[in-house]
């Protein structure tokens, strides 16, 4: 299928983007950040009663560097040729503390966000592919991931790779 603008023609959709999936590391803090803000922008101008701009860096060097020391998370990131295309963010869960509960070893994918230029290239599907590899050599049981309602695109991504709604969070301003 053809997509047409008003200057060019393009194949639609987008070929898949020569991309490689590795752990982040601190030499890709700015690129890291520049992601985190697409991501937060996203959800300030969905939600902006529930959001708001930083004050200072989308994320602090400390927290990203917790996240890739810690042996319980990690970053994953889609490199391109032209720096980073996306990124991943992982997290243990501690496990539940009500008796009633299965024991469980949840994986928690916190942030996935793809740089606006390079989505609809499978760089989500891949970063996806990797999480769900790292949660299993971690011998995690699940990997769950929070969606806002308004992010339907997200929705329907992670619906087209497997999840499915578990619970229904509702809230009520007081």
């Known amino acids: 299928m ?3 603008t008003e200057s060019t ?4 959709p987008p070929a898949a983007l020569d991309i490689r999936i590795r752990t982040a590391a601190m030499r890709d803090y700015d690129e890291l950040c520049g992601l985190f ?5 996203l959800h300030r101008a969905a939600r902006p009663e529930m959001f708001q701009a930083f004050d200072g860096p989308a994320r602090s060097q ?4 917790r996240l890739l020391s810690d042996r319980e998370s990690t ?5 391109a040729a032209d720096g980073l295309a996306g990124l991943a ?7 539940s503390a009500f008796a009633g509960a299965v024991p469980r070893h949840v994986i928690e994918l916190d942030n996935l966000v793809v740089r606006e230029a390079c989505r ?5 599907r891949r970063l996806l592919s990797a999480a769900v590899e790292w949660a299993r050599q971690r011998r995690a049981t699940h990997v769950e991931v929070a969606v806002h309602e308004f992010n339907t695109d997200a929705v329907r991504f992670y619906a087209a790779f497997g999840f499915a709604p578990s619970v229904e969070r509702m809230m009520l301003a007081v």
Not at 89 to 95: A, E, F, G, H, Y
Not at 120 to 124: D, E, K, S, W
């Open 2 to 4: 053809l997509h047409t």
């Open 9 to 12: 023609i393009e194949a639609w």
């Open 75 to 79: 970053i994953l990131v889609a490199g």
């Open 62 to 65: 400390e927290q990203v560097a």
């Open 89 to 95: 963010v992982l997290v243990t869960r501690p496990p």
């Open 37 to 41: 803000d697409e991501l937060d922008a």
């Open 120 to 124: 609809g290239r499978r760089v989500g």
